[in-house]
């Protein structure tokens, strides 16, 4: 969201200054290695600037937690208040994109966005992608 701010320094300042601090999945996989499982070095000193990118490690430590949940209880109960948020979030991501079509069809956002097509691809967007592909190889 930093391109559609370029015109506002204040504004690119304060995004960059948040974009740097950890994200609630950095902090989760930070409080999973101080559960003692083994989170990869390089995934919790990652480039906190730059976008998360699905990790096949950190899936393979979800599912540590997901095929022995009494052994990794908090671990587990942290996974589900995670996929939890993300079924919340997908839900009013879901309505805003329905309610902006509703007032203004196809027209240009007011983010600064592409509007509706915009919000429609970001109904695609993953924040937990690793907690929601061990389903599929549980």
């Known amino acids: ?69 009494l052994r990794h209880w908090e671990a587990y109960e942290l996974a589900e208040k995670l996929v939890d948020f993300e079924d919340y979030f997908r839900r009013w991501r879901f309505n805003h994109v329905t309610t902006v079509e509703r007032v203004i069809g196809l027209k240009r956002g007011t983010g600064g966005t592409a509007g509706v097509v915009y919000l429609r691809r970001m109904l695609e967007v993953e924040l937990f992608p690793e907690l929601w592909r061990l389903r599929t190889a549980l």
């Open 1 to 69: 969201m930093l391109r559609p701010h370029a015109h506002r320094p204040d504004i690119v300042a304060r995004l960059e200054t948040e974009l740097a601090r950890p994200s609630l999945y950095d902090e989760a996989l930070r409080a999973l290695a101080r559960m003692g499982l083994p989170v990869p070095a390089a995934v919790l000193a990652r480039d906190l600037a730059r976008p998360w990118v699905a990790d096949d490690a950190v899936q393979a430590v979800w599912e540590s937690v997901y095929r022995d949940p």
